[in-house]
């Protein structure tokens, strides 16, 4: 069978493992998403699954879903008799489908982080909390993070003041009234359905008697409650993971959900400890980084046999300029002997402006790049945001959160002064806010006229029909292309590309509402877009990175301040910082490039001294052990 070909022993019974269940406890590259991808096909070919009986794959990230997704699709697969998705994804299903058994609309959209934070100053303000909005979002999340359904959630809740309880009450009672959910309650909501209406569940239980998990260390204890209320008693969900890749802590994941997940479902370990992916030197960089970490289990790995691979390049500038200069080049001379763009990928611990000068370096040389996620300035797209918002609003003109969350973007695109309320402007003394109101203002200026017109163009935009001509009439009408002119060149190419992106999705959508299909594309982000033929370099995040194999990895900006970040003082976070980078070397196939600089620009684009990051050391160690 040709999914099993090449399988080592221990993949092979982890492919063929049945009847418990079972957690694959590996390092990296060492075919943890292959044998979940070849068991996939292996059960669906062998005929051990009966035809109608469903395979349900779950991951974390986009990304890490569209890698399943891809090598499924490669051992021919027919793609509709599985199931693979995010928790995300898979939530959201569920809570189109159900979620009016706990009276949740049908009609809901996700929140957006701009929109969430309003909604939160709000009720912080009517509560009297003292909390930035940012800290109760977290707060929130946090305990959203760590319960099991909402009953969970809101004994949790009371654990803080009455303030912050009757704000985080106040929250969800507007998100409800408001049709929108937060990307937490997706999984609560869903585990919550399925402890209430256990009848629901078997219907999952018999579509999905199969259940796998890629990236286990990356979720949280509310997901790992979803993975086991999903499992039952059926004993046929297999997980796969390795604590050393646990990089999503401020999301509350913990490595120690990997041993939780064992405990709760009585699951067989399964190690590996072969890894195909990357040469002896690049693993004995990686090895000796993360030995400095505590409380791991250690895994024995091995390179690929008899393949010691070239040295791991380690360069230093004076500047972040000389260092985008040589990363070009460099592209450039392993372009010419033969490697492809896309086999190449530059990485990066997390966006700051300084690093838009690998940008304009790319494009200097030519070199076809994309950016997985948002770029470098984080502008946050605002630009497709106010496309999402309006549409919104077309299909819910009365919902005052999106509308508020729409006039503030309004206020922060044309600049205003953040002391001036522009909605509280708009509203003058009416009791609310509502299109019809904002259709007839009177125009003044710049920013009346661009608010006045799309207040028009939603309430006249009801009965059209197709999405993309619903986005034209957006675009045309929020000015959009004035806004993008304005712009340099790099960050207009990139907001361009994602608008382009957006109406493609939504040309491309089979929802049937507005809603449906809002929620469909919230869901998704750039990465799922990445399309290989593109042949391009890629930029991304150590994090978004992740479960990936690039010929060529250049890890860049490895300074402290970035790696460990500013938190990095904090043992547990130095330690994730740890794991973070570990995650970025063992992506490397063939060549490692490890670079810093010694001066690089500040958030406000003043030049600062930099030190080489404290974990260049802790790779350099030869002897760690002995030290
Ligand atoms: P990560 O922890 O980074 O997600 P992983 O454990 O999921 O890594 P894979 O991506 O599944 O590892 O495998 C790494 C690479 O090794 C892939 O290119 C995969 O196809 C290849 N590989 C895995 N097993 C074998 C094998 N038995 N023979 C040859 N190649 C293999
Ligand atoms: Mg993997």
């Given at each position: 069978?040709?999914?099993?070909?090449d399988l080592?022993?221990?993949?092979l019974?982890a492919?063929?493992f049945?009847?418990?269940?079972?957690?694959v406890?590996?390092?990296p590259?060492?075919?943890?998403?292959r044998v979940?991808?070849?068991?996939i096909?292996?059960m669906?070919?062998?005929?051990?699954?009966?035809?109608?009986?469903?395979?349900l794959?779950?991951?974390?990230?986009?990304?890490?879903?569209?890698?399943m997704?891809?090598?499924v699709?490669?051992?021919?697969v027919?793609?509709?008799?599985?199931?693979i998705?995010?928790f995300?994804?898979?939530?959201m299903?569920?809570?189109?489908?159900?979620?009016?058994?706990?009276?949740l609309?049908?009609?809901?959209t996700f929140?957006?982080?701009?929109q969430?934070?309003h909604?939160l100053?709000q009720?912080a303000k009517?509560?009297n909390?003292?909390m930035?909005?940012?800290?109760?979002?977290?707060r929130?999340?946090?305990?959203?993070n760590?319960?099991v359904d909402f009953?969970?959630?809101?004994n949790?809740?009371?654990?803080?003041?009455?303030?912050?309880?009757?704000?985080?009450a106040?929250?969800q009672?507007r998100?409800?009234?408001?049709?929108?959910?937060?990307?937490?309650?997706a999984i609560?909501?869903t585990?919550?359905?399925?402890?209430?209406?256990?009848?629901?569940?078997?219907?999952y239980h018999?579509?999905?008697?199969?259940?796998?998990v890629?990236e286990m260390?990356d979720?949280?204890r509310?997901?790992?409650?979803l993975i086991?209320?999903?499992?039952?008693?059926?004993?046929?969900?297999m997980a796969?993971?390795?604590?050393?890749?646990?990089?999503?802590?401020w999301r509350?994941?913990?490595?120690?959900?990997?041993q939780?997940?064992?405990?709760?479902?009585?699951?067989d370990?399964i190690i590996?400890?072969?890894n195909?992916?990357?040469p002896q030197?690049?693993?004995?960089?990686?090895?000796r980084?993360i030995?400095?970490?505590?409380?791991?289990?250690?895994?024995?790995l091995?390179g690929?046999p008899n393949?010691?691979g070239d040295?791991?390049?380690?360069r230093?500038f004076d500047?972040?300029?000389?260092?985008?200069e040589?990363?070009?080049?460099k592209?450039v001379?392993?372009?010419s002997?033969?490697?492809?763009?896309r086999?190449m990928?530059?990485?990066?611990?997390s966006?700051?402006p300084?690093?838009?000068?690998?940008?304009?370096?790319?494009?200097?040389?030519?070199?076809?790049?994309?950016?997985?996620?948002k770029?470098?300035q984080?502008?946050k797209?605002?630009l497709s945001e106010f496309?999402?918002?309006?549409?919104?609003l077309i299909?819910d003109?009365n919902n005052?959160?999106?509308?508020s969350?729409l006039?503030?973007?309004?206020?922060?695109?044309?600049e205003?002064?953040?002391?001036?309320?522009?909605?509280?402007?708009y509203?003058?003394d009416?009791?609310?806010l509502?299109?019809?109101?904002?259709a007839?203002?009177?125009v003044?200026?710049e920013?009346?006229?661009?608010v006045?017109?799309?207040?028009e163009?939603?309430?006249?935009?009801?009965d059209?029909?197709?999405?993309?001509k619903l986005y034209?009439?957006?675009?045309?009408?929020?000015?959009?292309e004035?806004?993008?002119?304005?712009?340099?060149?790099t960050?207009?190419h990139?907001e361009k590309?994602?608008l382009?992106?957006?109406?493609?999705?939504?040309?491309?959508?089979?929802a049937?509402?507005?809603?449906d299909?809002?929620a469909e594309?919230e869901l998704?982000?750039d990465?799922?877009?990445?399309?290989q033929?593109?042949?391009?370099?890629?930029v991304?995040?150590?994090?978004?990175?992740k479960?990936?194999?690039?010929?060529?990895v250049?890890?860049?900006?490895?300074e402290?301040?970035?790696?460990?970040?500013?938190n990095?003082?904090?043992?547990?976070?130095?330690?994730?910082e740890?794991?973070?980078?570990?995650?970025a070397?063992t992506r490397a196939?063939?060549?490692?490039?490890?670079?810093?600089?010694?001066?690089?620009t500040?958030?406000?684009g003043?030049?600062e001294?930099v030190?080489?990051?404290?974990?260049?050391?802790?790779m350099?160690?030869?002897?760690?052990?002995e030290?």
């Open positions: 069978m040709r999914c099993l070909k080592n022993p221990k993949q019974e492919v063929q049945f009847d418990r269940n079972s957690m406890f590996a390092g590259g060492t075919g943890k998403t979940i991808t070849s068991r096909a292996y669906l070919e062998s005929g051990k699954l009966p035809e109608a009986r469903r395979i794959a779950i991951t974390f990230t986009n990304k890490a879903s569209n890698e997704k891809s090598r699709a490669a051992f021919g027919d793609q509709k008799r599985v199931r998705g995010t995300h994804n898979f939530c299903w569920v809570l189109k489908a159900y979620g009016d058994k706990i009276n609309s049908r009609e809901f929140i957006s982080s701009n969430q934070l909604l100053k009720v009517d509560a909390l003292m930035k909005p940012n800290d109760l979002k977290n929130i999340s946090d305990l959203k760590s319960s009953e969970d959630y809101l949790k809740t009371r654990s803080g003041t009455q303030e912050f309880q009757v704000a985080a106040d929250y009672n998100l409800y009234a408001h049709k929108l959910i937060d990307y937490d309650d609560l909501h585990a919550t359905i399925f402890k209430l209406k256990p009848s629901i569940l078997e219907l018999n579509a999905f008697p199969y259940i796998l890629d260390q979720t949280n509310m997901q790992l409650e086991r209320l999903l499992g039952g008693n059926a004993k046929h969900v796969v993971a390795d604590d050393d890749q646990s990089i999503y802590g509350g994941a913990l490595p120690t959900v990997i939780e997940y064992i405990d709760l479902l009585a699951a370990k590996l400890n072969q195909y992916r990357s030197r690049v693993l004995d960089v990686a090895n980084l030995q400095f970490n505590d409380g791991r289990t250690e895994k024995e091995v690929r393949e010691l040295d791991v390049i380690g230093w500047t972040w300029k000389e260092e985008a040589w990363v070009a080049d592209i001379e392993l372009h002997a033969g490697m492809e763009y086999q990928i530059i990485l990066y611990r966006r700051h300084s690093l838009k000068v690998i940008d304009e370096k790319l494009l200097e040389k030519g070199i076809p790049f994309q950016h997985f996620g770029n470098f984080n502008k797209q605002l496309i999402v918002a309006s549409m919104k299909a003109p005052e959160v999106v509308l969350a006039i503030y973007a309004f206020a922060q695109r044309f205003l002064n953040d002391d001036f309320d522009l909605y509280e402007y509203k003058k009416s009791d609310r509502t299109l019809d109101r904002l007839q203002i009177h003044e200026d920013i009346d006229d661009a006045q017109r799309t207040a163009f939603c309430l006249s935009a009801k059209l029909k197709s999405f993309a034209d009439g957006l675009y045309k009408a929020l000015n959009i004035e806004d993008l002119a304005k712009y340099d060149e960050t207009r990139e590309r994602h382009d992106l957006m109406r493609d999705r939504m040309s491309k959508s089979v049937s509402t507005i809603t299909m809002l594309i998704q982000d990465s799922n877009h990445i399309d033929r593109m042949n391009k370099v890629g991304s995040t150590f994090h978004t990175a479960g990936l194999e690039y010929k060529a250049f890890i860049i900006a490895l402290d301040h970035f790696v460990p970040g500013r990095g003082g904090r043992p547990d976070k130095e330690q994730e740890r794991r973070g980078l570990y995650v070397i196939e063939s060549k490692l490039f490890i670079t810093h600089a010694n001066q690089r500040d958030w406000n003043r030049i001294a030190r080489p990051s404290r974990f260049i050391d802790d350099r160690k030869r002897e760690v052990t030290s």
